[in-house]
């Protein structure tokens, strides 16, 4: 089992920052790949970024070159640094985490954490 807790989520005005950070635990030994995505209302959930166990980095369209996703040397921790920020980025924000268990690639996920764009 792994357990997130996700933290920094909140209100911001347009062209603002948040960090967001998801914090794993749990058995974690084997992760392939740490990944953040966000739910907006009456819209699917979205992959935003990803970082895999060699530390390359993936984004989506909407996001590149506005958010970085990092983690911590221990890899139990993912970041989403988000700049410039614009309305449409409003969502519901979560973490995943894909570990192996055995043969099975298992996948986790963060409780969520609203972020909200608007002046």
């Known amino acids: 089992q792994v357990q997130l807790v996700e933290s920094g989520g909140g209100l911001v005005q347009p062209g603002g920052s948040l960090r967001l950070s998801c914090a794993a635990s749990?058995?974690?030994?084997?992760?392939?790949?740490m990944g953040w995505y966000r739910q907006a209302p009456g819209k699917q959930r979205e992959r935003v970024a990803l970082?895999?166990?060699?530390?390359?980095?993936n984004y989506s369209d909407s996001v590149k070159g506005r958010f970085t996703i990092s983690r911590d040397n221990a890899k139990t921790t993912v970041y989403l640094q988000m700049t410039s920020l614009k309305p449409e980025d409003t969502a519901v924000y979560y973490c995943?985490?894909?570990?192996?268990?055995?043969?099975?690639?298992?996948?986790?996920w963060g409780q969520g954490t609203q972020v909200t764009v608007s002046s």
């Open positions: 970082i895999d166990n060699a530390d390359t980095t």
């Open positions: 749990g058995s974690i030994s084997s992760i392939i790949d």
């Open positions: 995943n985490v894909r570990p192996i268990s055995g043969a099975r690639i298992m996948s986790y």
